[in-house]
Nanobody, 127 residues
Framework: QLQASGGGLVQPGGSLRLSCAAFGFTLDDFAILWFRQAPGKEREAVSCVSESGDRRYYADSVKGRFTVFKQKGKNTVYLQMNNLNPEDTAIYYC??????????????????????WGQGTQVTVSS
């Protein structure tokens, strides 16, 4: 089970840190992805951190602003989001998969291919 948290309302230019905690398994064994879905849009992958935590992927729209990392002692993955803008407004989900979660973020698949999802956390960027 994955549990995402940390969303909220923030002004443009502000920051938020999202958390994705794992229960029942060890995050060290899986790559963890962050997806987001804005109203009327498809769910898109924004970031991935590999099993070891050494390899990361970022969508072009968030490069240089978002940072993903694992805190192994807490079995949690974080998504640090800086310099947020209204286009970042969405529900954010963390996800992995028993099979595709072992690809070290070398392949970012469609959201439908990942089996295990957190419940989503709302991020709203507005003045």
């Amino acid at each position: 089970q994955l549990q995402a948290s940390g969303g909220g309302l923030v002004q443009p230019g502000g920051s938020l840190r999202l958390s994705c905690a794992a229960f029942g398994f060890t995050l060290d064994d899986f790559a963890i992805l962050w997806f987001r879905q804005a109203p009327g849009k498809e769910r898109e992958a924004v970031s991935c951190v590999s099993e070891s935590g050494d390899r990361r992927y970022y969508a072009d729209s968030v490069k240089g602003r978002f940072t993903v990392f694992k805190q192994k002692g807490k079995n949690t993955v974080y998504l640090q989001m800086n310099n947020l803008n209204p286009e970042d407004t969405a529900i954010y989900y963390c996800a992995t998969d028993p099979v595709f979660g072992h690809e070290e973020c070398k392949a970012i698949r469609e959201s439908t291919e990942y089996e295990l999802w957190g419940q989503g956390t709302q991020v709203t960027v507005s003045s």
